[in-house]
């Protein structure tokens, strides 16, 4: 009997195993590989619909197109996972409302049922010189 049971288990580690790496890779890979036209679709322009004087980001439209993407790319292998943005002012980092220049996204995904993904990204709006 410990003869089947050994061998049984190091099967079971295994496809664990690689089940865990299949949804990290994934995972990681549509997160880190959000194109910046992703990105750029949340950029309002200067007079667009504002009398700002320089770009910043649209909350509305750049969550909806993040979110758009990410579940394109993390579907049907993770059909859930949730998404935080924090905007900040570019530059001092202090954290903002309205007319942000930076976003910080960060992902949470459940891989296994006691491992989530977790990973960061940020981004700015910096003038070109």
Same mark, same amino acid.
């Given at each position: 009997?410990?003869?089947? #049971?050994i061998?049984?288990?190091? *099967?079971?580690?295994? $496809?664990?195993? !690689? /089940?865990?790496? %299949?949804? =990290?890779g994934? &995972?990681?890979?549509?997160?880190?590989?959000?194109?910046?036209h992703?990105?750029?679709?949340?950029?309002?322009?200067?007079?667009?619909?504002?009398?700002?004087?320089?770009?910043?980001?649209?909350?509305?439209?750049?969550?909806?197109?993040?979110? #758009?993407?990410?579940?394109?790319? *993390?579907?049907?292998? $993770?059909?859930? !996972? /949730?998404?935080? %943005?924090? =905007?900040?002012? &570019?530059?001092?980092?202090?954290?903002?409302?309205?007319?942000?220049?930076?976003?910080?996204?960060?992902?949470?995904?459940?891989?296994?049922?006691?491992?989530?993904?977790?990973?960061?990204?940020?981004?700015?709006?910096?003038?070109?010189?």
């Amino acid at each position: 009997m410990l003869n089947l #049971a050994i061998p049984l288990s190091l *099967l079971l580690i295994m $496809l664990e195993a !690689f /089940q865990f790496t %299949f949804r =990290y890779g994934i &995972a990681s890979r549509a997160f880190y590989s959000i194109s910046p036209h992703v990105i750029e679709q949340g950029v309002a322009w200067p007079g667009f619909q504002n009398e700002q004087d320089e770009p910043y980001y649209d909350s509305e439209r750049l969550e909806a197109s993040v979110r #758009a993407f990410l579940a394109e790319r *993390l579907f049907p292998e $993770l059909d859930e !996972f /949730q998404l935080g %943005f924090h =905007y900040y002012v &570019a530059g001092t980092g202090m954290l903002c409302s309205e007319y942000c220049q930076g976003v910080i996204i960060k992902i949470k995904a459940p891989l296994l049922s006691w491992y989530d993904y977790e990973a960061q990204s940020s981004y700015e709006i910096q003038a070109n010189p």
